[in-house]
T-cell receptor, first 115, second 110 residues
Framework: DGGITQSPKYLFRKEGQNVTLSCEQNLNHDAMYWYRQDPGQGLRLIYYSQIVNDFQKGDIAEGYSVSREKKESFPLTVTSAQKNPTAFYLC??????????????FGSGTRLTVV | GQQLNQSPQSMFIQEGEDVSMNCTSSSIFNTWLWYKQDPGEGPVLLIALYKAGELTSNGRLTAQFGITRKDSFLNISASIPSDVGIYFCAGRPRERDMRFGAGTRLTVKP
């Protein structure tokens, strides 16, 4: 079955370390997105990519980096510059950047905890 | 960017009761969506609304696209324990941009 796979489900990181969250989709979607979720707040867009080898900053890109070398993959690196990285991270994809909203699909998330 | 205000933040109800929640925006939206999120999982789409005044149902769930295009409502009738979770509204003010509310956390007591 097609879908989005995020890994790992839980991730612990020491302060000062970079960490990479994986997001893979086999839906043949062009667009992919990374969101951050904190308690009591809506999903906030970190980065998005409309096509391979291209990506754009979202609302809270500082301290994060991404790459889009393959259509299926959109990894997110949380760098040591991110001051408050503990959060739940969600990856999403859609067939085209402005496509049908019903085709907007979320992964099951990665919970990152800085210790 | 445009902010979505979702209320209430949380609800504690008895099984069998009806639930209402709403979402408002400072800007006009072209599309309104309602998602449900279970703990530790990604959101799952419940209902999508495309026209002002539109009223759409999905089982015990009913959602409406406000006439002003700046708000939306979700109602759950005859709640059951599996309705527990966080309900998010989302809107698309223009192509390629989605905005999310902070969520309503629903607890259903058997």
């Amino acid at each position: 079955d097609g879908g989005i796979t995020q890994s790992p489900k839980y991730l612990f990181r020491k302060e000062g370390q970079n960490v990479t969250l994986s997001c893979e989709q086999n839906l043949n979607h062009d667009a992919m997105y990374w969101y951050r979720q904190d308690p009591g707040q809506g999903l906030r867009l970190i980065y998005y990519s409309q096509i391979v080898n291209d990506f754009q900053k979202g609302d809270i890109a500082e301290g994060y980096s991404v790459s889009r070398e393959k259509k299926e993959s959109f990894p997110l690196t949380v760098t040591s510059a991110q001051k408050n990285p503990t959060a739940f991270y969600l990856c999403a994809s859609s067939p085209t950047p402005g496509g049908r909203v019903t085709d907007y699909t979320f992964g099951s998330g990665t919970r990152l905890t800085v210790v | 960017g445009q902010q979505l205000n979702q209320s209430p933040q949380s609800m504690f109800i008895q099984e069998g009761e009806d639930v209402s929640m709403n979402c408002t925006s400072s800007s006009i939206f072209n599309t309104w969506l309602w998602y449900k999120q279970d703990p530790g999982e990604g959101p799952v789409l419940l209902i999508a609304l495309y026209k002002a005044g539109e009223l759409t149902s999905n089982g015990r769930l009913t959602a409406q696209f406000g006439i002003t295009r700046k708000d939306s409502f979700l109602n759950i009738s005859a709640s059951i324990p599996s309705d527990v979770g966080i309900y998010f509204c989302a809107g698309r003010p223009r192509e390629r941009d989605m905005r999310f509310g902070a969520g309503t956390r629903l607890t259903v007591k058997p």
